[in-house]
């Protein structure tokens, strides 16, 4: 079974671990399109085209299913492309239902990009729950995600600044939980916790990802609340810039979380990146 996994970076990796915990023997094909990350303030139609040419690439390499791991692409592109898609597409959005049923007397801090949080797709999910309106305190963190996706030595540094100066403000007495709307602030929840004062629950929707993505491909997903992760995957990476460098980056993130990736057939990157992108080797 083949899954495609699709972000504009490293984001998508916490998502793609989640998913190993359910289904640990697929082959997963991991997509990041750093050509054009950050995609969080960029316009929701250029996001819109970049996740088309994604799932195409899927469809040529012959995935059974593709996760969208990336709240911003799935604000902005899950509806349109499940209109033509011929496989399941999962997408991914705020686990904003579990941090309000979870912490019933709590006001919800949910972060995320200016996408997320202006689109049409949030709205509605905060209509249709109740008191989500009222409960609920969108933040937009515009440049968040793209320290995270440096990883550079003074990283963790710059994300606790920008948490003092941008998030710490926004924790009112009220707020008992923060949901992260964004994958690739799965990688800094400790950071937020620290910074919001050490007692904050912390909540993400990649396990919901993988619930879905097993029931989407008809696989039980049994009564355990945290799998363990494996400890080699299938996996095969490709970015679509810089793509040596973050595939590198990307096998040292996946190792510290106790996962290193069988070798796998290379990808067609050259032509994996034209308009017209060849099949991936099986
Ligand atoms: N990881 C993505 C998300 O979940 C996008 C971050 C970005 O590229 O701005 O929203």
């Known amino acids: 079974m083949r899954i495609g996994i699709f972000d504009s970076g490293i984001g998508g990796l916490s998502t793609l671990l989640a998913c190993l915990r359910r289904l640990p023997d697929a082959h997963y094909l991991f997509y990041g399109d750093s050509a054009h990350a950050p995609y969080g ?14 799932y195409a690439w899927f469809i040529s390499a012959g995935v059974d299913a593709v996760v969208l791991a990336c709240n911003t692409a799935t604000s902005a592109a899950v509806a349109p492309l499940r209109e033509r898609a011929d496989i ?25 990009t200016s996408i997320t949080v202006n689109g049409e797709k949030l709205r509605n999910l905060l209509g249709r729950l109740e008191n989500g309106q009222e409960r609920v305190r969108p933040l937009a ?3 968040l995600a793209e320290i995270i996706e440096t990883q550079d030595t003074d990283w963790s540094a710059r994300v606790r600044r920008y948490l003092q100066m941008r998030v710490q403000p926004a924790r009112t007495a009220d707020i008992g939980v923060v949901v992260l709307g964004c994958t690739h602030y799965c990688w800094i929840n400790n950071l937020i916790n ?13 396990d919901g990802v993988a ?29 679509t810039a810089d793509n040596d460098v ?6 040292q993130l996946l190792a510290a979380s106790g996962v290193s990736m069988d070798r796998q057939p ?11 992108p060849g099949p991936a080797g099986r």
């Open 41 to 54: 303030d960029k316009s929701p139609a250029q996001v819109r085209q970049w996740t088309e040419e994604a």
């Open 88 to 112: 399941p597409i999962i997408g991914i959005e705020p686990a904003i239902r579990k941090a309000l049923t979870d912490h019933p007397q709590s006001g919800v801090l949910l972060l995320a």
């Open 141 to 143: 963190c515009s440049g």
């Open 194 to 206: 620290d910074t919001l004062g050490g007692d904050i629950a912390v909540v993400d929707g990649n």
């Open 211 to 239: 619930r879905q993505l097993c029931r989407r491909l008809g696989v039980p997903i049994g009564t355990d609340t945290a799998p363990s992760l494996p400890r080699h995957a299938r996996i095969s990476l490709y970015f």
């Open 246 to 251: 973050k595939s590198r980056l990307a096998r």
């Open 266 to 276: 290379d990808l067609p990157h050259a032509r994996a990146c034209s308009s017209n």
